[in-house]
């Protein structure tokens, strides 16, 4: 018998707790004009989505493509990693048909953990021997979660040494609005930081006093406390 999507959904609602589905809502912002408004959580926590994905890994790109239009939270972060697992095993001719579903898909991955939790694999694995010309496009769009897929899927080319396209998409990002957008931003430059500080403060020394303090706050947070406040003052 074929697995469907509320076959899914209703083992991930056998891990329900009551307690994280009065919280979850706040925590990822679901009020009115806040950036998850109208989100809906079942209250169920990354490790245990991850158990369910994992057991079903193997569904269908179509029952996929149902878990992401559910309203839930939950159903839409397991379609994630089961793409993600899937991701992982798969040869060349798979990870493009996943990496495609997965652009074409980009009006469900719409909260930050949704987007962090797949788009270094997805994005930045498939990516890290093809031409980036998929980032920037992601990186112009309107889409607050498109501009963070573009920038959080760096992480993985990091890890390999790779920082021409974190550098340069900070730069197109520098002055974002959104806080999140920051952070992301900050994120990976921190993380370019830790391999290679010299690129990073010369970076800085170009963008610091442009760039919104959250952002840097984040880029400068593993610097020796001197090194920190230099570079807030200098902001």
Not at 40 to 61: M, S, W
Request: aromatic share 12%; proline share 4%.
């Amino acid at each position: 018998m074929n697995t469907t999507a509320q076959d899914i959904q209703k083992e991930l609602e056998t891990y329900i707790d009551p307690i994280k589905r009065a919280y979850l809502p706040n925590f990822f912002k679901t009020g009115k004009g806040q950036y998850g408004e109208g989100d809906q959580f079942l209250g169920i926590v990354v490790p245990n989505t991850r158990i369910v994905a994992k057991k079903y890994k193997t569904a269908d790109l179509s029952v996929v493509d149902e878990l992401l239009q559910s309203p839930w939270h939950e159903c839409r972060l397991c379609a994630l990693l089961i793409l993600v697992e899937r991701f992982k095993k798969a040869k060349e001719e798979e990870r493009k048909q996943i990496y495609e579903f997965y652009l074409s898909h980009t009006d469900r991955v719409n909260n930050w953990d949704l987007v962090d939790l797949s788009a270094p694999t997805i994005v930045g694995l498939y990516l890290k021997d093809k031409p980036r010309n998929d980032l920037y496009r992601l990186a112009e769009s309107d889409w607050l979660w498109d501009q963070r897929i573009a920038m959080v899927a760096n992480w993985s080319m990091i890890r390999y040494g790779e920082y021409l396209d974190v550098l340069a998409l900070a730069e197109k990002l520098l002055k974002h609005p959104h806080d999140l957008m920051q952070k992301a931003t900050g994120w990976m430059l921190r993380e370019l930081g830790k391999r290679d500080k010299d690129l990073l403060i010369q970076f800085l020394d170009k963008h610091s006093t442009e760039m919104p303090r959250t952002m840097l706050r984040y880029s400068i947070e593993k610097f020796p406390e001197e090194e920190r406040q230099y570079y807030l003052k200098r902001k």
